[in-house]
């Protein structure tokens, strides 16, 4: 994976990339949520309203891109995806596998000492769970556990930085599930000229994220 996917890198070196559920294709989509504004309630409450009121939001809202958004944008210019659909689809995978099994000392990028790391959950280290599932099959676990440890590294600071990223935005408010993504359905909804075409995009990736679900 190309250095533009790069995560951090530790003190002896080794370069943590985003976990590949981040990525679509060759695209970094990872939680923003800086649009952060909500309807009254009675609209909040009906999906229908929500949905409309979600379009004209997002397509009126002005928030600069980064990088890897604009290379969203001209992914969509170029082959027309990702789209609203996939957006869902994605969003979804985001929450069901950006999860970490252990827990990492604040300064483990500065003091990467595998010793200091902990099971999320007390009880049996996954790393043996894992060795276990793998052997009972009559093959041989593929990683180490300072290489198991290290991937899941990558689930648990992704994790951690869109935590931060919705508390900053987010932190006296219910958060619905388009809000970590409302930056990327901007980019799309203010590609439809109509409006009704923008509404359809809003429910074409709820209906995406509550079928993966």
């Known amino acids: 994976m190309a250095d533009k996917h790069l995560l951090c890198k530790l003190a002896n070196g080794v370069k943590i990339f985003y976990p590949e559920v981040t990525c679509d294709d060759d695209l970094l989509i990872v939680p923003d949520h800086r649009l952060n504004k909500m309807p009254a309630a009675d609209i909040a409450e009906s999906r229908s309203a929500y949905s409309a009121w979600l379009a004209d939001y997002l397509f009126n809202a002005t928030v600069e891109l980064d990088k890897t958004q604009l290379a969203f944008a001209s992914a969509i210019d170029k082959k027309g995806r990702p789209n609203a659909s996939s957006l869902g689809d994605h969003a979804v995978f985001f ?29 049996a280290d996954p790393y043996k769970s894992y060795c276990e599932e793998i052997t009972a099959d009559g093959d041989r676990p593929e990683m180490s556990r300072e290489e198991y440890i290290l991937e899941d590294y990558r689930n648990y600071l992704t994790f951690m930085l869109a935590q931060a990223d919705q508390e900053q935005y987010w932190s006296d408010a219910i958060v619905p599930p388009d809000a970590p993504w409302r930056i990327y359905l901007s980019v ?23 079928e993966a679900d």
């Open 188 to 210: 799309i909804v203010k590609k439809i000229a109509d409006e009704d075409g923008r509404g359809d995009a809003i429910n074409e990736f709820y209906d995406c994220y509550f």
């Open 95 to 123: 929450e069901d596998f950006v999860v970490s099994e252990y827990v990492f000392p604040d300064n483990f990028a500065a003091v990467p000492d595998i010793a200091s790391v902990k099971p999320m959950i007390g009880g």
